[in-house]
């Protein structure tokens, strides 16, 4: 009869259950292990939190959300879009485009951006935004009037200190 010699297995993953024994020696650093400690740490933390508002998703440092909008009317009918913006926006370009998204609208059309009202809002509770507004001061000659609806597109750009574009979004708005 042959006797056949199997050699020990090893996991790499920890076991399932704990091990009574003790380690004599003390651990210099933090376990290896993906899976967190059965019982709390006795450790205070060496941080405090800035604030106590709850904290905010993660979030790209480029990223542009969707768009928002809010009608209303100073002089004019106008309409205010706001966008959720990364954290390392520095400014923001926003530019009207006709509804294909290639051709900007010419400068002279009754349907403009407001620039003085096109900013970068950091607010710590609902986190940095692109805001701008959109004021349509005459329909009737506008060259974003197609067949009875309101169609144009905006492309909103995320800035570098420098005025460098790093990302930009294209939004079609049909009304």
Not at 5 to 30: A, M, R, W
Not at 90 to 118: F, G, H, K, M, P
Not at 130 to 159: D, M, R
């Amino acid at each position: 009869m042959n006797s056949t010699s199997v050699p020990p297995s090893f996991s790499i993953l920890p076991s399932l259950q704990p091990s009574n024994s003790t380690s004599p020696t003390i651990s210099s650093g933090p376990s290896a292990s993906s899976f967190p400690s059965i019982t709390p740490s006795t450790n205070t933390s060496q941080t405090e939190s800035e604030t106590d508002a709850p904290s905010m998703p993660p979030t790209d440092a480029w990223n542009i959300g969707r768009a928002a909008v809010i009608f209303g009317a100073d002089m004019y009918p106008q309409m205010e879009v706001t966008h959720s913006i990364g954290s390392a926006v520095d400014s923001i370009r926003v530019t009207l485009l006709e509804y294909d998204c290639r051709q900007e609208v010419d400068e002279t059309d009754s349907t403009y951006i407001l620039n003085a009202l096109t900013v970068k809002d950091s607010s710590k509770e609902s986190g940095p935004k692109a805001k701008y507004t959109i004021e349509f001061s005459n329909l009737s000659s506008s060259s974003v009037i197609q067949g009875g609806s309101v169609q144009f597109c905006t492309k909103v750009e995320l800035l570098t200190s420098n005025a460098f574009s790093v990302s930009f979004r294209k939004q079609r708005f049909s009304l």
